[in-house]
Nanobody, 128 residues
Framework: QVQLRESGGGSVQAGGSLRVSCAAS????????MGWFRQAPGREREAVAT?????????VYADSVKGRFTISRDNSKNTLTLQMNDLKPEDTAMYYC????????????????????WGQGTQVTVSS
């Protein structure tokens, strides 16, 4: 059974940094995609970033976080991390870790329906 567990959320002032992590258990796909999504109150869930496990380890970022957020994966520990710098109040949201099943040679996408495993989320709050 695949389980994704997020940690590391919290509160920070604008311009600050936070790191959120996701520990995956029971997840053993050789080639797959893992990503971060977020949902602010009253808004739809949106994609943040994704990384390919295996192959070229390619990454894809939403335009709103490019240059500020960095996604990475440690295969030895089966963990996914999102380093968030220069945070803005509009980054305030519940952040969810998600993963696909097995993936082929194509690049990962930010299309949410591709992700079949989801964590419970961790809250990130950025004050102005």
């Amino acid at each position: 059974q695949v389980q994704l567990r997020e940690s590391g959320g919290g509160s920070v002032q604008a311009g600050g940094s936070l790191r959120v992590s996701c520990a995956a258990s029971g997840y053993h796909y050789t080639t797959s995609c893992m990503g971060w999504f977020r949902q602010a109150p009253g808004r739809e869930r949106e994609a943040v970033a994704t990384i390919k496990n295996g192959g070229d380890r390619g990454t894809v970022y939403a335009d709103s976080v490019k240059g500020r957020f960095t996604i990475s994966r440690d295969n030895s520990k089966n963990t996914l991390t999102l380093q968030m710098n220069d945070l803005k109040p509009e980054d305030t949201a519940m952040y969810y870790c998600a993963a696909t099943g097995g993936w082929g040679v194509s690049d990962c996408t930010l299309f949410q329906l591709h992700y079949v495993f989801w964590g419970q989320g961790t809250q990130v709050t950025v004050s102005s």
